[in-house]
């Protein structure tokens, strides 16, 4: 079996869908409860399932643009 190393990119990718699955789940068990402050756990619950996707995009958008820069660098000073 060939196994290859995981990139940052993959692993942020992974960890985020972890994170969204448990904000799903953890939705749906606060939308089924009715507590006190329920509503704003709800609220918050929601604000994260747009939200952390969105981190998530541009988190890999500075880490390329990062990466981009040191390899710039390295090559200037390969010259």
């Known amino acids: 079996m060939d ?12 960890v985020c ?3 969204l699955l448990l ?3 953890a939705t749906l068990v606060v939308a089924c409860l009715n507590f006190p402050g329920a509503d704003r756990l709800f609220q918050a619950c929601l604000v ?4 952390l996707p969105i981190l998530l995009w541009i988190y ?9 820069r040191r390899q710039g660098q390295d ?5």
Do not use: H, M, R
């Not at 196994?3 to 992974?14: D, G």
């Not at 890999?60 to 981009?68: A, C, T």
């Not at 090559?75 to 010259?79: A, P």
């Open 23 to 25: 904000l799903y789940l």
């Open 75 to 79: 090559n200037s000073n390969e010259k």
């Open 60 to 68: 890999i958008w500075l880490f390329g643009k990062i990466k981009e």
């Open 17 to 19: 869908v972890a994170l």
């Open 3 to 14: 196994k290859k190393k995981k990139t940052p990119k993959q692993i942020a990718a992974l």
């Open 48 to 51: 994260a399932t747009v939200g």
